[in-house]
Nanobody, 129 residues
Framework: QVQVTESGGGSVPTGASLRLSCSVSGRTFTNYNIGWFRQAPGKEREFVGSITWSTGRTDQPDSVKGRFTIFRDNTRNVVHLQMNTLKAEDTAVYYC??????????????????????WGQGTQVTVSS
């Protein structure tokens, strides 16, 4: 059974950087995405990016492009979310999740929580001015 576990959250001032990590363990297939989502109080869960494990291809929404980067460490089965120039509106619980996928793992469906089967417990990121 696959498990994903986030780490690296914390409280930082506006403009700071944080790196979140998602550790993937257990038996898994080769064709899957690791996605990052965030959820602020009273808001829906929001897609902040994904990486296709087999190809390294990443996908990110315009709202975080240029500030957030997703990359993987193949040797340790870890996916990182590097967040720079953090803003107060980035405050949320951040989740990583795994999606087994068909084809090239791309498209609008893989930007939605419904595509993801296994979720971590989340890690809190608080950005204060």
């Amino acid at each position: 059974q696959v498990q994903v576990t986030e780490s690296g959250g914390g409280s930082v001032p506006t403009g700071a950087s944080l790196r979140l990590s998602c550790s993937v363990s257990g038996r898994t297939f080769t064709n899957y995405n690791i996605g990052w989502f965030r959820q602020a109080p009273g808001k829906e869960r929001e897609f902040v990016g994904s990486i296709t494990w087999s190809t390294g291809r990443t996908d990110q929404p315009d709202s975080v492009k240029g500030r957030f980067t997703i990359f993987r460490d193949n040797t340790r089965n870890v996916v990182h979310l590097q967040m720079n120039t953090l803003k107060a509106e980035d405050t949320a619980v951040y989740y990583c999740a795994q999606s087994l996928c068909l084809g090239d793992c791309s498209g609008p469906f893989y930007k939605t929580p419904a595509a993801y089967d296994t979720w971590g417990q989340g890690t809190q990121v608080t950005v204060s001015s």
